[in-house]
């Protein structure tokens, strides 16, 4: 491992390392919210918010991190967010990161907008692995996408519904981001200046979005892919078309994006399987609740009626213990993930990924917490009661 991954102590240091190595303009385009990244702030700052009331005389001499996530076993209360165009950051990023994960026993969750393939993914991997729907307006299109996640082996659904337009995010506006990255003199001098990352982005190739390629034709006609993607959502989609892929889909369906009590309690009526909290880490409505905030209020409402998950600010192991006492069976990791990967692809994310769990250990022995089942038992203080 190099020195510099080897030196990393928490996530905070990684994104420092992933800073130094990429580009501004891609950088950003991972760190960034939307808008006033009003919601990007307030999601840390929420988990930094709870405080647990730590009990004491426990034996905690090996705390147990296992657990189940929504059907699926894991060795910790973590799975991987899925995330889009990761190879902008470091080639074969999709991959580097879900065998990390699958390297620690934790699900991975890929994108619709991965740039490796479902199908490659799956023959590259062998840890549990979830598939991301984003609703697009081809409705076969989104049915032969689910249809080939099934057969490929991917057992978890999860559909994405806060993203029926792309959120505005000004950092990549100014930053003139393009997906795939268009070489303006820009970026050019920003290759120059990185020259590890270009020299990476050279040997790798052009990312291509091999999820959706036959759906966007040949993108070398004037639109992006991200662009023609942007179009392409479906943002009429409702409560039949879920129910109508509640029918259709075998496995387990989880629904990524939801802040709501009340759209909570609806889905639970409709039969999915799980209810994952999130506000795609601030990058879509700036303004939107801290993910922590809604969970407490969706763990209240749905009284264990529903397995829920959140994201959006993790950045300590700590947290996911946090999200455990406030209801949740795990917590998601997007960007955490992927600032080790930009730091150093597998060997990064791997390191993210342990750092995470090593905090979390420790927590829960300073907790006095040995099982997660038993993560109640310590208190949140007064205020977050
Ligand atoms: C995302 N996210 C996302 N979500 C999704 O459902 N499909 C996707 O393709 C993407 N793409 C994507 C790209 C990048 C670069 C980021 C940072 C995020 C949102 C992601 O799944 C998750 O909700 C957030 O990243 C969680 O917040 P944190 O952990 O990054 O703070």
Excluded at 2 to 12: F, H, V
Excluded at 65 to 75: E, F, N, R, S, Y
Excluded at 180 to 204: D, Q
Aim: aromatic share 6%; net charge neutral.
């Amino acid at each position: 491992m190099d020195a510099a991954l080897e030196r990393a102590l928490s996530i905070a240091d990684l994104r420092a390392i992933a800073r130094r190595r990429l580009p501004r303009s891609v950088f950003e385009f991972i760190d960034g919210g939307a808008e006033d990244e009003l919601t990007l702030a307030d999601n840390r700052a929420a988990f930094e918010r709870v405080r647990i009331v730590p009990r004491v005389l426990v034996d905690v001499s090996a705390p147990d991190l296992a657990t189940d996530i929504v059907g699926t076993p894991a060795a910790a209360p973590f799975v991987v967010a899925p995330m889009g165009s990761c190879a902008l950051g470091w080639p074969g990023a999709d991959l580097a990161i879900a065998k990390a994960a699958a390297a620690h026993g934790i699900p991975y969750t890929l994108s619709t907008m991965s740039n490796t393939g479902l199908e490659r993914i799956a023959d590259a991997v062998q840890g549990p692995l979830w598939f991301q729907l984003y609703v697009l307006r081809d409705r076969a299109f989104n049915a032969a996408l689910v249809q080939r996640a099934w057969a490929a082996g991917y057992g978890t659904l999860v559909v994405t519904v806060d993203l029926p337009a792309g959120g505005k995010r000004e950092r990549d506006l100014r930053n003139g981001v393009s997906i795939p990255l268009r070489m303006t003199p820009r970026h050019l001098w920003e290759g120059i200046t990185h020259p590890g990352w270009a020299w990476r982005m050279a040997r790798g190739g052009r990312p291509e979005f091999e999820n959706v390629r036959g759906l966007l034709g040949d993108h070398s006609a004037g639109l992006t892919i991200a662009a023609k993607v942007g179009q392409n959502l479906d943002a009429s989609y409702g409560w039949d078309d879920l129910a109508a892929l509640r029918n259709s889909w075998p496995g387990r369906l989880l629904v990524k994006g939801v802040e709501h009590a009340d759209d909570a309690e609806r889905l639970a009526a409709l039969g999915v399987d799980g209810i994952w909290v999130s506000n795609h880490g601030g990058r879509q409505l700036d303004g939107a609740q801290a993910s922590a905030d809604a969970l407490a209020e969706i763990a209240r409402r749905l009284a264990g009626r529903l397995p829920l998950l959140v994201d959006s600010g993790v950045r300590r192991g700590v947290d996911a213990l946090k999200a455990r006492m406030l209801g949740a069976q795990a917590v998601a990791i997007g960007r955490a993930a992927l600032f080790g990967a930009c730091a150093g692809g597998e060997a990064g994310a791997h390191r993210a990924i342990a750092i995470l769990l090593g905090e979390l250990r420790l927590a829960m022995q300073l907790a006095g917490v040995a099982t997660l089942t038993d993560a109640r038992r310590a208190g949140l203080s007064a205020t977050q009661m």
